[in-house]
């Protein structure tokens, strides 16, 4: 089903939360862990315009479609940021500003080395290379749309489900532009279907490796997709990708969810035996 992205242009805006009643927390505070899971997604909404600069350097460009969603796309996810954000200052977290410059400032090298990376790659493979972009985003947004499933019927909090579901409502719309470009540009070309194979078997991560710590990343894994819940959700991810044209059996949710709980597992019972 093609993408209307007309219609998307139209209903983009910022995520309105200044109705929710931020003050609840002070009387109904969240937990550690889901704490931790928000300070997570905070940092990753807010990379997302980092995201967007190395797109940028590929054929991506180019391409007045994606252009144009992209832009909205990135509007959208800042004020994702920003209402978590708010949750975070809430609770007397740092949040906003002073952490997005602590997060890209520990980043050093590698943050200029990605863009670099991408100009290099994408050059070499050319305009195939979108379809890359375009089904790593698609896995990408099926697994944040999950982790803020998890966390909503984790931390069983009013005001945070409410926020939750109004975020994933705009991120349903992110996956549908990425998932339908994504199938439309593996149908056209078995190159296409090679690269992104490749790329996503060799390369894909869960969302926010190598932007936070690993340890971060274990936990969030473990904490909302540790459960036979989250390994239901994991399952249908990668069913969801075996549906896209050429990358059937990556098995890339299961194998990530995996591997993470056992690193975070590992880590727990060191720290508990230290």
């Given at each position: 089903?093609k993408?209307d992205?007309?219609?998307?242009k139209q209903?983009?805006a910022?995520?309105?939360f200044?109705?929710?009643?931020?003050?609840?927390?002070a009387?109904q505070?969240?937990?550690?862990d889901?704490?931790?899971?928000?300070?997570?997604m905070h940092d990753?909404?807010?990379?997302?315009?980092?995201?967007?600069?190395?797109?940028?350097?590929?054929?991506?460009?180019?391409?007045?479609?994606?252009?144009?969603f992209?832009?909205?796309?990135?509007?959208?996810e800042l004020?994702?940021?920003?209402?978590?954000a708010a949750v975070?200052d809430a609770h007397?977290?740092?949040s906003?500003q002073?952490?997005?410059?602590?997060?890209?400032?520990?980043l050093?090298w590698?943050d200029?080395?990605?863009?670099i990376?991408?100009?290099?790659s994408?050059a070499?493979v050319g305009?195939?290379?979108?379809a890359?972009?375009?089904?790593?985003?698609?896995v990408?947004?099926?697994?944040?749309q999950g982790?803020?499933a998890?966390?909503?019927?984790?931390?069983?909090h009013?005001?945070?489900?409410?926020?939750l579901?109004r975020i994933?409502k705009?991120?349903g719309?992110h996956i549908?532009?990425?998932?339908?470009e994504?199938?439309?540009?593996l149908a056209a070309?078995?190159?296409?279907?090679?690269i992104?194979?490749?790329?996503?078997r060799?390369f894909?991560?869960?969302?926010g490796?190598?932007v936070?710590?690993?340890?971060?990343?274990?936990?969030?894994?473990?904490?909302?997709?540790?459960?036979?819940?989250g390994?239901?959700?994991?399952?249908?991810?990668?069913r969801r990708v075996?549906?896209l044209?050429?990358?059937?059996?990556?098995?890339l949710?299961?194998q990530a969810?995996?591997?993470m709980v056992?690193?975070?597992?590992?880590?727990?019972?060191h720290l508990v035996n230290?």
């Open positions: 089903m993408f992205l007309t219609a998307y209903r983009t910022r995520l309105e200044a109705d929710l009643d931020f003050g609840a927390f009387t505070p969240l937990d550690a889901t704490l931790r899971c928000l300070r997570y990753i909404e807010f990379h997302t315009v980092c995201y967007l600069r190395d797109l940028l350097l590929t054929p991506a460009h180019r391409d007045p479609d994606v252009t144009t992209l832009t909205f796309w990135s509007f959208e004020w994702h940021g920003e209402a978590i975070l007397g977290e740092l906003g002073p952490r997005v410059l602590a997060v890209r400032k520990r050093g590698r200029r080395v990605g863009p990376s991408h100009s290099l994408s070499a305009a195939d290379y979108i890359v972009h375009m089904t790593w985003g698609a990408n947004e099926w697994c944040t982790g803020y998890q966390l909503s019927a984790k931390a069983q009013p005001v945070l489900t409410e926020l579901q994933m705009q991120e719309r549908d532009f990425y998932s339908s994504a199938a439309k540009r070309s078995r190159k296409a279907q090679r992104t194979r490749f790329a996503l060799k894909w991560k869960p969302v490796s190598g936070v710590p690993l340890a971060e990343t274990a936990f969030l894994i473990d904490h909302l997709f540790g459960d036979d819940d390994l239901a959700i994991a399952e249908r991810i990668d075996d549906r044209p050429g990358l059937e059996g990556l098995h949710c299961v969810r995996e591997e056992q690193v975070n597992r590992r880590s727990a019972a230290s």
